[in-house]
């Protein structure tokens, strides 16, 4: 079982950044996918989610109105499209895989937002 993030880097204030998680041993399409986060010095939160087959999706009070998740099952891939980035959203971004008692997660992705 492996989910590994990409996307992540150093961007300016107001950019854009889309974040990747791709997922393999496992069925990933039959799983609730969520973005975490992450900061120095603060516990890890809630970002987004994403039901299994694509049509539900919720965010964090945060983000809303500036990430979007959304999924390609096909490729068994997670995306987290981010716009209009802050510096508090400096952060190492998590994939989570979630069904029943199964919690998968990855090794994280930087994303600094900074001038």
């Known amino acids: 079982v492996q989910l590994v993030e990409s996307g992540g880097g150093l961007v300016q204030p107001g950019g854009s950044l889309r974040l990747s998680c791709a997922a393999s041993g496992f069925t990933a399409s039959t799983y609730y996918m969520k973005w975490y986060r992450q900061a120095p010095g603060k516990e890890r939160e809630w970002v987004a989610t994403i039901s299994s087959a694509g049509g539900g999706t919720n965010c964090a009070d945060s983000v809303r109105g500036r990430f979007t998740i959304s999924r390609d099952n096909a490729k068994n891939t997670v995306y987290l499209q981010m716009n209009s980035l802050k510096p508090e959203d400096t952060a190492v971004y998590y994939c989570?895989?979630?069904?029943?008692?199964?919690?998968?997660w990855g090794q994280g992705t930087q994303v600094t937002v900074s001038s």
């Open positions: 989570n895989a979630k069904r029943y008692s199964y919690d998968y």
